[in-house]
């Protein structure tokens, strides 16, 4: 079993920063691919980013150059680094994890991921 815990969200400015913290239970984080994914009102969850155990990682298109995603092994906690916000990326976000044995594994389809946190809300204001 891997419990999350997300934190970090809240109010900002348009053109601000937030870093989202996804803390994870257990001793497999290591061997954990992890993701972040957010879902605005009205629509469907979509994928933001994704961090196999190798520590590659992948953006979706529309915060590429803007979020930066890491993992802590030793503290068993992923980051959501949050620049030039923008309104659109109003929603809740939601951390992920899915086991595996593949270094290099990872999926930009939630639902592959066997975990969830509670998810943050996340508001940009224009």
């Known amino acids: 079993q891997v419990q999350l815990v997300e934190s970090g969200g809240g109010l900002v400015q348009a053109g601000g920063s937030l870093r989202l913290s996804c803390a994870a239970s257990?001793?497999?984080?290591?061997?954990?691919?992890m993701a972040w994914f957010r879902q605005a009102p009205g629509r469907e969850r979509e994928f933001v980013a994704a961090i196999p155990w190798s520590g590659s990682t992948y953006y979706a298109d529309s915060v590429k150059g803007r979020f930066t995603i890491s993992r802590d092994n030793a503290k068993n906690t992923m980051y959501l680094q949050m620049n030039g916000l923008k309104p659109e990326d109003t929603a809740v976000y939601y951390c992920a994890a899915h086991r595996t044995y593949s270094p290099s594994y990872y999926s930009r389809d939630g639902a592959t991921y066997d975990y969830w946190g509670q998810g943050t809300q996340v508001t940009v204001s224009s």
């Open positions: 257990g001793r497999t984080f290591t061997t954990t691919a």
